[in-house]
């Protein structure tokens, strides 16, 4: 028997009365956990067993290859976006796609699963702005999975831009999601899958990268950023991922 907190990744049917569902866990990682009984009216499970639930959890660890048993789920926190505002629920269905995605099971990440509850929370408060939550949403969940592009170093020959690229007048570098990071001028010929960034795009990467993620001001983000900010994102999980983001066309907003 496990007893942890949880965010309900994805539920789905399993049988008339039951259900399959894939949690996170701050303790145990990611688990797939058959819960019996949880479509049945009065279930064990009340009402906890909703998308971007947060549960206190028990259930019984199987071997590698069979689900685990959910036996308890308690509601601790719902995530409280409804209809009347769908670009905050949008993103908040693509934190868990991330979150489902980019992690294996048996892995931990207690760093991953804090960064997803404040997520959550920051997208309840209209103070907040959506695209800059998820922007740091999506670097630090980068960073602490070891895939966080280089942003001021060239990713390919590793000098430090800003010495390289001196002259002033030249205040754009491309970004290369193949190499995985910035180019500098004597890497660009040839590079691949390439998308040309302002250095304040640049830095503004760099500020939303920082190990220190809890800090990094989420109530605005520029609005001349949001396109190039989206397309690079984007593009940048569809090569990480080997396929596209199944909501990605519902967070179009998100680049205007
Ligand atoms: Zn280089």
Redesign the pocket.
């Known amino acids: 028997m496990e007893q942890c907190d949880a965010i309900i990744l994805r539920v789905y049917p399993w049988s008339e009365t039951s259900c399959v569902t894939t949690i996170l866990t701050r303790s145990q990682g990611k688990i797939s956990a058959l819960a019996k009984g949880a479509r049945r009216p009065k279930s064990p499970f009340e009402a906890a067993l909703d998308l971007l639930s947060v549960c206190r959890v028990v259930f019984i660890a199987k071997s590698a290859d069979s689900l685990d048993i959910l036996t308890e789920a308690k509601l601790r926190r719902r995530f409280r976006i409804g209809a009347k505002d769908l670009l905050r629920l949008y993103c908040g269905y693509y934190v868990a796609e991330l979150l489902d995605r980019l992690t294996e099971k048996g892995e931990q990440h207690p760093q991953i699963f804090d960064l997803a509850l404040c997520t959550l929370d920051n997208l309840e408060r209209e103070e907040l702005e959506p695209r800059a939550i998820i922007l740091r949403f999506e670097l630090q969940i980068l960073r602490e999975l070891g895939h966080l592009p280089t942003w001021d170093r ?1 990713a ?4 430090l831009l800003w010495e ?1 690229d001196s002259e002033p007048e030249d205040s754009w570098t491309l970004f290369s999601t193949f190499s995985g990071g910035v ?2 001028q ?2 660009r010929s040839g590079a691949r899958q390439i998308l040309r960034i302002h250095r304040s795009v640049q830095s503004l990467l760099i500020r939303f990268s920082h190990p220190d993620w809890e800090a990094i001001d989420v109530s605005q983000l520029e609005s001349k950023h949001h396109e190039v900010i989206r397309k690079l994102m984007m593009r940048y999980f569809t090569y990480l991922m080997d396929s596209p983001i199944k909501l990605q066309n519902y967070l179009e907003e998100l680049g205007r």
């Open positions: 060239c390919q020959c590793g000098c390289v180019l500098c004597h890497c």
